[in-house]
Protein backbone atom coordinates (compact mmCIF):
# COMPACT_ATOMS: atom_id res chain seq x y z
CA UNK A 1 0.00 0.00 0.00
CA UNK A 2 2.40 2.29 0.96
CA UNK A 3 4.80 1.64 -2.40
CA UNK A 4 1.81 2.39 -4.12
CA UNK A 5 1.07 5.78 -2.71
CA UNK A 6 4.95 6.23 -3.30
CA UNK A 7 4.35 5.66 -6.67
CA UNK A 8 1.47 7.77 -7.30
CA UNK A 9 3.11 10.88 -5.54
CA UNK A 10 6.01 10.52 -7.46
CA UNK A 11 3.79 10.24 -10.57
CA UNK A 12 4.25 7.18 -12.00
CA UNK A 13 0.01 6.68 -11.96
CA UNK A 14 -1.98 9.51 -13.07
CA UNK A 15 -5.48 7.78 -12.19
CA UNK A 16 -5.94 6.95 -8.99
CA UNK A 17 -8.06 3.08 -8.62
CA UNK A 18 -10.22 2.19 -5.92
CA UNK A 19 -7.15 0.10 -4.00
CA UNK A 20 -5.34 3.80 -4.46
CA UNK A 21 -7.65 6.13 -3.06
CA UNK A 22 -8.36 3.42 -0.44
CA UNK A 23 -4.55 3.91 0.31
CA UNK A 24 -4.40 6.69 -0.01
CA UNK A 25 -6.59 7.65 3.02
CA UNK A 26 -4.97 4.91 5.04
CA UNK A 27 -1.55 6.57 4.64
CA UNK A 28 -3.20 9.93 5.65
CA UNK A 29 -5.03 9.05 8.12
CA UNK A 30 -1.96 6.88 9.76
CA UNK A 31 0.51 10.55 9.27
CA UNK A 32 -2.39 12.65 10.46
CA UNK A 33 -3.56 11.71 13.70
CA UNK A 34 -0.94 11.18 15.99
CA UNK A 35 -0.06 14.75 14.83
CA UNK A 36 -3.91 15.98 15.54
CA UNK A 37 -3.83 13.82 19.45
CA UNK A 38 -0.62 15.92 20.04
CA UNK A 39 -2.27 19.10 19.30
CA UNK A 40 -5.20 18.14 20.97
CA UNK A 41 -3.09 16.91 23.84
CA UNK A 42 -0.94 20.17 24.51
CA UNK A 43 -4.40 22.22 24.41
CA UNK A 44 -6.18 19.98 26.90
CA UNK A 45 -3.11 19.98 29.44
CA UNK A 46 -2.67 24.14 28.55
CA UNK A 47 -6.05 25.06 29.30
CA UNK A 48 -8.86 22.99 28.23
CA UNK A 49 -8.92 19.81 30.34
CA UNK A 50 -10.94 16.40 30.51
CA UNK A 51 -13.88 14.92 31.04
CA UNK A 52 -13.62 11.58 33.21
CA UNK A 53 -16.74 9.66 33.63
CA UNK A 54 -16.11 6.56 35.25
CA UNK A 55 -18.32 3.79 37.34
CA UNK A 56 -15.94 2.49 40.55
CA UNK A 57 -15.29 1.82 44.13
CA UNK A 58 -14.86 4.76 45.76
CA UNK A 59 -13.73 5.09 49.94
CA UNK A 60 -13.22 8.20 51.34
CA UNK A 61 -14.72 8.33 54.95
CA UNK A 62 -16.10 5.93 57.67
CA UNK A 63 -18.92 3.64 57.78
CA UNK A 64 -22.08 5.29 58.23
CA UNK A 65 -20.95 8.50 56.74
CA UNK A 66 -21.73 9.66 53.30
CA UNK A 67 -18.28 9.45 52.01
CA UNK A 68 -17.98 5.68 53.20
CA UNK A 69 -17.22 3.18 50.30
CA UNK A 70 -19.40 2.41 47.85
CA UNK A 71 -19.63 2.13 44.27
CA UNK A 72 -20.29 5.21 42.11
CA UNK A 73 -20.64 6.79 38.87
CA UNK A 74 -19.02 9.86 38.45
CA UNK A 75 -18.69 12.56 35.62
CA UNK A 76 -16.06 15.45 36.58
CA UNK A 77 -14.35 18.22 34.83
CA UNK A 78 -10.63 17.38 35.20
CA UNK A 79 -8.43 20.49 35.33
CA UNK A 80 -5.67 20.95 33.13
CA UNK A 81 -2.23 19.76 35.42
CA UNK A 82 -4.77 16.72 36.00
CA UNK A 83 -5.21 16.03 32.39
CA UNK A 84 -1.59 16.63 31.20
CA UNK A 85 -0.59 13.43 33.64
CA UNK A 86 -2.96 11.08 32.72
CA UNK A 87 -2.46 11.74 29.20
CA UNK A 88 1.58 11.37 30.39
CA UNK A 89 0.56 8.29 31.63
CA UNK A 90 -1.67 6.71 28.93
CA UNK A 91 0.89 7.33 26.22
CA UNK A 92 3.41 6.68 28.24
CA UNK A 93 4.37 3.01 29.08
CA UNK A 94 2.31 3.25 31.66
CA UNK A 95 0.56 0.52 33.25
CA UNK A 96 -3.62 0.33 33.61
CA UNK A 97 -3.03 0.38 37.01
CA UNK A 98 -0.44 3.57 36.84
CA UNK A 99 -3.19 5.30 34.60
CA UNK A 100 -5.73 4.41 37.26
CA UNK A 101 -3.96 6.21 39.71
CA UNK A 102 -3.67 9.37 37.80
CA UNK A 103 -7.88 9.38 37.05
CA UNK A 104 -8.22 8.47 41.02
CA UNK A 105 -5.93 11.40 41.77
CA UNK A 106 -7.90 13.37 39.67
CA UNK A 107 -11.46 12.56 40.81
CA UNK A 108 -10.34 13.20 44.08
CA UNK A 109 -9.12 16.36 43.82
CA UNK A 110 -12.22 17.45 41.43
CA UNK A 111 -15.19 15.94 43.91
CA UNK A 112 -13.87 15.01 47.32
CA UNK A 113 -11.05 17.61 48.08
CA UNK A 114 -13.28 19.90 46.04
CA UNK A 115 -9.92 21.64 44.28
CA UNK A 116 -7.88 21.80 47.43
CA UNK A 117 -10.81 23.16 49.43
CA UNK A 118 -11.23 22.16 53.06
CA UNK A 119 -10.32 18.74 53.03
CA UNK A 120 -6.67 18.75 51.81
CA UNK A 121 -4.58 14.85 52.26
CA UNK A 122 -8.23 13.30 51.93
CA UNK A 123 -7.26 9.74 51.31
CA UNK A 124 -9.66 8.13 48.53
CA UNK A 125 -9.47 4.64 47.55
CA UNK A 126 -10.19 3.87 43.85
CA UNK A 127 -11.07 0.31 43.37
CA UNK A 128 -12.73 -1.97 40.93
CA UNK A 129 -13.27 0.07 37.96
CA UNK A 130 -16.01 -1.23 36.25
CA UNK A 131 -15.39 1.38 33.17
CA UNK A 132 -13.59 4.81 32.06
CA UNK A 133 -14.52 7.40 29.57
CA UNK A 134 -12.45 10.75 29.22
CA UNK A 135 -12.97 13.28 26.77
CA UNK A 136 -11.25 16.60 25.38
CA UNK A 137 -12.82 19.60 26.94
CA UNK A 138 -12.92 22.70 24.93
CA UNK A 139 -14.98 24.51 27.24
CA UNK A 140 -13.55 24.31 31.35
CA UNK A 141 -16.77 24.16 33.80
CA UNK A 142 -15.90 26.18 36.80
CA UNK A 143 -17.44 25.15 40.25
CA UNK A 144 -18.96 26.83 42.79
CA UNK A 145 -17.39 26.42 46.43
Request: hydrophobic share 45%.
Amino acid sequence: MRRMVERHLSGATTRPGKRLLGALAQETESEWQPQVRAVEAARVASSGGLATSCRAYFDSGPEGTSDAGRVRDITVAVTPSHAAAILAAREGAATVSDLHDAVAEAIADACFRQGGGGRVGLEVRFADVEWLNMAFMSVQFATAV
